[in-house]
């Protein structure tokens, strides 16, 4: 009796329908490129905002609104070159576009770093202060709130 063997596709042999289908997010690796440059000038300009969240509930506002905007976009970027490589890591573009991402994120999370810190220094009375002022702010109440639990274990 002859045992029947089953033949592996290479990835080029896989039919598009049992693909991934990247395109949401991204249309092809020259728009990927494009907002990791974006990305990169976020990362630039993050500076801008240390510093200066205490001061005003605008600050606070425009801050808070960099933080997620920046965050969504590493998302974005990061969801998009896992993918690709989870799906092919023999080729050398999917492990440089991984690689750039995994540098880019760090960069990132180091430009970033001080948010929470400076975060965690504005008190609740202030906040809701600021709520008051201007009420966007309390979009952001739920991760407020979480900041508010640690608080008072962080140095």
Known sequence: MAVKQSIIPTRKGVHKTDQWDLSKLYSDSEAWMTDISQLEKMISNAGSYCGTLHKSAQNLL?????????????????????????????????????????????????????????????????????????????????????LLRIQAHTL
């Open 62 to 146: 425009a801050g808070l609104n960099f933080l997620t905007r920046t965050r969504m976009l590493i998302e974005k970027l990061s969801y998009y070159a896992f993918l690709l490589f989870s799906g092919n890591t023999g080729t050398s573009e999917n492990q440089e576009r991984q690689s750039l991402m995994a540098q880019t994120e760090s960069r990132s999370q180091a430009a970033l770093s001080f948010f929470e810190p400076e975060l965690l220094k504005i008190s609740k009375k202030t906040f809701s202060a600021f709520i008051a002022e201007l009420p966007e702010l309390s979009n952001f109440q739920i991760m407020f709130n979480k």
